[in-house]
Every structure is written in structure tokens, then in C-alpha cells.
């Protein structure tokens, strides 16, 4: 795979507010890469860098192996789909995704086309001479996606372009979003704090938190062997147990020993345990983890159960249903327990 | 909220008093004649068609537009830079900078004419750093003292729109592929149309009507429609200064309704 993007040593404060320390990263051509963070975690800014907008304090950004950092944004095969979508409002639908092609000075009759074609790929035929302000948030949207797509870029920024969309909406877009981005082959970088978003859609996800990246990896990566407390409980639901690393594929937590996939950790150093919710089966009798169901939620698909665990509590996702009060113990298979450093 | 409806009616009074009642009689004044001084007779008359084409009328509106129309160019032109200046500007004291754009406008408009009538003078202050000018009755001081006076309202419905302008559409044009100009051009300007608007209008309406200003600095040599009024009512002649007075409101209307038209939120009216 080609290297479209490489981010090299990127800092960038505000203030006195470091918000991006010594940032690396590259990014591949026709991957759809997600930054994933809580808000003020840097991702934005990392955007807004690559858009143009902002400029690093220090470090470079190069573009297919050109340093960029110089090229003022509307320079930049670059475009960018904003938060609040900043569709033009003296214009209608039609002028706004044709801006571009305009100032490129196109004739008419391609720019024309076009714009049909952008308007067939967001569904939005027959929209071109609407105004912008009798659209739903929805179909602004979409007019801001083809405004900035029908430009050809090398590399599309989508600026948390679904956090205005309610639910429903927002999983058809995150679909729509994904088919667009193959059918048309184009980089996408997504900033998004939503974690299902991220995993959904994404080829590769970067979960940042106060200026740094904490992990990089495929959805299934970040999600079954998070690097750090941060990211397992960030990325879904889990139990976390401190917990010691004995040898190579065996680790201590809660007082029992357990067979695990784990390596390479120092003997006898001090970890963190991940167990996912869904990983853990209830049963009766003894495993060495007993406990008492002391909670039960049902959560649609599943129920949530607490099970309090010699004073830890633990969330447990299982689709059968258990009574508060019950004795139960805890199971899970060794593929199940993911240790990180602490 | 129905029980504050009763607070308006002082307003409603007061505006009946004051405004409609003798605007009715500045109608009635125009369509009839009443010669006060001399015989109080009362009669409908068309007399004020023909001053309508009369050279003194003709004269005096002429001034008018041309006076206030070359105001409100340069304030635009002045104004324009002044107002994307401020509203782009990053300063944690831009309130202060725009207040100190206000506080002219707080002193009395009569003292700040007579200012600068002594400053066209040949004998006045300004003779302390050498300068002396001789301008009184020219067309440049005219101008120099209305744009001083009329800047203020020009700036501030540009300001209000460009400041509430979301960054995000510049932005966005950038992003688009939009150099500076272009984006000035395609998208600031055409958004702040609506306060450019006002602001010809809140310069040109009082410009056109200005009296105490032409009647000083242009050395009582100029007339303007304001000027015209004032001289048709010493002379007792209420038909003829009814009949400008008509015509004014009339232009006034016809540029508030302009206002409305590009601003329907009326956000920039101050």
C-alpha cells in the first residue's frame, strides 16, 4: 500500500495548551482512517492541520512525499466536510456543490453534469434549486459531502460530519459513508468521538486522548487487545483487574492463576486485565471467580448483569436472564483475557 | 405577557401625537393652501405639482442626492475596510475599539457641525500646527463634515453582520479551492450585503435631510431639501414646505421598505 499522508513530529499548542505532542502517523491510500478521542483530545486539530487551516508548531506533514506544510489550504488536493456542514447560505443546493468546479473555471455543461452525478451518488435528485435553509439536517449533510467530493480529492476530512444526526440517520450515513468512500476511492480521515461509529466504519482507528496517540490498529485491534487502561475503557464496556504476569502465557488476578495468550512481558511485572462483558459466561457452581448477582438491566439484544465478585463488581453482557441474589461463577475461555502493560 | 400590553399605549399616544397627526397635516398642507399671515382662507390647490419642476425644488434635490449619495459612496468605501477590520480582528479589547467608535456620536451633533465650521475657517485652532484653510461654502468641506458625521452608521450593520459571520463558511471556501479575493468576492461580501444595505441606508436617509450641516459649513450658499423646508416655512409659504417634506417622506418610505426587503430579521438596523 502507498503512503498518501505522513505525519512527522507534529506538535502544536494554543495558549501554553499543548493539544498535540509529538504526533507520527502515516495514512494509506483509499483507507478510510478514523481519529477516535475524547473531545479536547487533539483529534480536531490534527485535522485541521492536514486541512491547512492551523499550522504545527513544529514537524512536518507530507503529501504523497512532498512537505505540504507551506501550501495555504485552497491550494491542497484536499477537502474538508465541517461539523455544522457550512453550506453557503446565499446559495442553493446547486451553487454550493458546483463552488468548486467554478473556481476551477469548468465549463458549464461538465460542471452541470457533475453536480447531477453528485446529486444522484447523495441521493439528492431533483435538490438543485432548493434553498439551503429548507433542508434537514440530513440532507444538508449530504449536500456538504457532494459539495466537497465532486472536487476529486486525493483526501477527504470529515470534521464528527454524523454528531448532528439523530440515531436512525446517523447508522444509514455511517453505511452510506462507508459504500461512498469504496465506490469512490478516495482517503478518508473521520474525526469522531463515538466509538461504535469508529469501529463501524473504519479500516484503521487512532484512539488519541490529551494530545497523544495512544493506539493504532484495526477496528478488531483496537477493540480485542486495547494497549492501556484508556483504551479498553474508551473503546466498549470492560472489566479491568490489576493483576500480575507470572510467566508467558500465565497471569495472576484476583488471586487465582489463569492460562492466557499473552507474551513478552517482564516475569512477575505488574499488568491490567481486560474482560470484555460479552466474554464472560455465568454458571453455576465453583470456578475460583464466585459471586452474587447484585443488578439486571435488560439492554435490548442482552442483559446487563452485575456481579459483585469478593467487593469488585463486574459488568457481564449475556443473553440469558439471571435473579438478583443469585450465586453464579464467572467463566471465560483463555483467548478471552487480554493483558496490557499498567 | 398581556397584562405589560397596556404599557405601550404611551408610545402608541405619543407616536399619534407627534408623528401621524402632522404627517396628516403635512398632506393636507400639500394638497390645500392656508395662508396664515395674511387672509386664512383654505383651499385644495394642485399648486404643488408645478413646484415640483420649479428650479429652486429641482435645485435643492439635485444638492440632496448629491451631497448625501457622494456621503454614503465614501463611507461605504471608508467604512467597509473599517467594519472587516474590527470584525476579523482577534483583540480581547474589541469592545473597547468599537466603543470608542460610538462615543462621537454621544456628543451633540450641532457641536460637532460648529467644530469643524471652525475648522474650515481661516482663523481657528488648527492654526497651531501652521494649517490654516479658507473652505467654507466649498463642496469639500461639505463633504469632509458629513462623512465625519455619517461614518459611524455606516460601520456599524457591516460590523454586526461580519462579526456574527460563521468562520466556518471562510473556511469552507478555502477549502473549496478559493484564494483570499475569491473568497471575499463569493462569499463575505454577497453575506454582508444585508448590512451594506443598512448602512447606505441609515447614512443616506439622515444625509438627505441634513440642514444644520450645509446651512454652517456651506456658508449658507448651499440648499438642500432640509434647507429648502426651513426657508419655505419662514416665508410662510407652509403649501411649498409641505410639499418637500412629502417628498422626503416619501423617499424615506421607499428606502425603509429596501431595508426590510434585504433584511428580514432586521438584524443590522441599530
Known amino acids: 500500500m502507498k503512503k498518501l499522508i505522513e505525519i512527522e513530529n507534529i506538535s502544536k499548542s494554543f495558549d501554553e495548551t499543548l493539544v498535540l505532542k509529538s504526533i507520527n502517523l502515516y495514512i494509506n491510500e483509499n483507507e478510510f482512517i478514523t481519529f477516535l478521542g475524547p473531545s479536547g483530545c487533539g483529534k480536531t486539530t490534527l485535522l485541521r492541520i492536514l486541512a491547512g487551516f492551523e499550522k504545527a508548531d513544529s514537524g512536518v506533514v507530507r503529501f504523497e512525499g512532498d512537505i505540504i506544510d507551506l501550501i495555504p489550504p485552497h491550494k491542497r488536493p484536499i477537502n474538508t466536510v465541517f461539523q455544522k456542514y457550512a453550506l453557503f447560505p446565499h446559495m442553493n443546493v446547486y451553487e454550493n456543490i458546483a463552488f468548486g468546479l467554478k473556481l476551477k473555471k469548468r465549463p458549464k455543461e461538465e460542471i452541470e453534469i457533475a453536480v447531477k452525478e453528485m446529486l444522484k451518488l447523495v441521493k439528492l435528485e431533483g435538490f438543485e434549486n432548493r434553498d439551503i435553509k429548507t433542508l434537514s439536517g440530513g440532507q444538508q449533510q449530504r449536500v456538504a459531502i457532494a459539495r466537497a467530493v465532486i472536487n476529486k480529492p486525493k483526501l477527504l476530512l470529515l470534521d464528527e460530519p454524523l454528531a448532528a444526526l439523530d440515531l436512525k440517520l446517523r447508522q444509514d450515513m455511517q453505511y452510506e459513508l462507508k459504500e461512498m468512500q469504496r465506490a469512490l476511492g478516495i482517503t478518508f480521515v473521520f474525526v469522531t468521538h463515538d466509538q461504535e461509529e469508529a469501529l463501524t466504519m473504519s479500516d484503521t482507528v487512532v484512539v488519541m486522548n490529551e494530545g497523544e496517540i495512544l493506539q493504532i490498529g484495526t477496528p478488531q485491534d483496537i477493540y480485542n487487545e486495547p494497549k492501556n487502561r484508556f483504551v479498553a475503557s474508551f473503546i466498549g464496556e470492560s472489566n479491568i483487574m490489576p493483576g500480575i504476569m507470572k510467566k508467558d502465557f500465565l497471569v495472576n488476578f484476583e488471586g487465582l492463576d489463569f492460562e492466557c495468550v499473552d507474551y513478552g512481558f517482564k516475569d512477575n511485572e505488574e499488568i491490567e486485565v481486560v474482560l470484555r462483558p460479552e466474554d464472560i459466561d455465568l454458571k453455576p457452581g465453583d470456578t475460583g471467580l464466585n459471586g452474587i448477582v447484585t443488578d439486571i438491566t435488560f439492554k435490548g439484544v442482552h442483559y446487563e448483569i452485575i456481579v459483585d465478585v469478593k467487593g469488585k463488581e463486574y459488568i457481564i453482557h449475556s443473553t440469558d436472564i439471571q435473579r438478583v441474589g443469585e450465586r453464579v461463577s464467572l467463566s471465560f475461555d483463555k483467548e478471552d483475557i487480554h493483558v496490557m502493560h499498567k | ?270
Open chain 2, 1 to 270: 405577557m398581556k397584562s405589560l400590553r397596556v404599557m405601550i399605549w404611551p408610545y402608541v399616544i405619543w407616536l399619534g401625537i407627534i408623528i401621524l397627526i402632522p404627517s396628516l397635516f403635512i398632506i393636507l398642507a400639500t394638497v390645500s393652501s392656508f395662508h396664515i399671515f395674511n387672509d386664512y382662507t383654505f383651499r385644495f390647490t394642485s399648486e404643488f405639482i408645478r413646484f415640483l419642476s420649479d428650479p429652486i425644488f429641482l435645485n435643492a434635490f439635485k444638492n440632496s442626492i448629491k451631497y448625501a449619495g457622494l456621503t454614503t459612496m465614501i463611507c461605504l468605501l471608508v467604512g467597509y475596510p473599517v467594519a472587516y477590520f474590527f470584525a476579523n480582528m482577534k483583540s480581547k479589547n474589541k469592545t473597547l475599539y468599537i466603543a470608542l467608535l460610538i462615543v462621537p456620536i454621544w456628543s451633540n451633533m450641532i457641536v460637532r457641525i460648529i467644530a469643524w465650521e471652525n475648522v474650515f475657517k481661516p482663523v481657528s485652532i488648527i492654526n497651531l500646527f501652521n494649517l490654516s484653510f479658507d473652505l467654507i461654502g466649498y463642496d469639500v468641506a461639505i463633504i469632509i463634515a458629513m462623512v465625519s458625521m455619517y461614518l459611524p452608521f455606516m460601520i456599524f450593520p457591516i460590523y454586526a453582520v461580519l462579526d456574527k459571520m460563521d468562520h466556518k463558511l471562510i473556511e469552507a471556501a478555502h477549502d473549496l479551492g478559493a484564494g483570499d479575493f475569491q473568497t471575499f468576492y463569493k462569499v463575505t461580501f454577497p453575506l454582508s450585503l444585508g448590512g451594506i444595505v443598512s448602512g447606505i441606508i441609515m447614512t443616506l436617509l439622515p444625509a438627505m435631510t441634513a440642514f444644520a450641516l450645509p446651512e454652517r459649513i456651506g456658508g449658507g450658499k448651499v440648499i438642500l431639501l432640509g434647507n429648502l423646508i426651513e426657508k419655505q416655512i419662514f416665508r410662510g409659504s407652509f403649501n411649498i414646505a409641505a410639499t418637500v417634506s412629502l417628498v422626503v417622506m416619501i423617499v424615506m418610505l421607499g428606502l425603509f421598505a429596501l431595508i426590510v426587503h434585504f433584511d428580514k430579521e432586521g438584524e443590522t438596523l441599530l
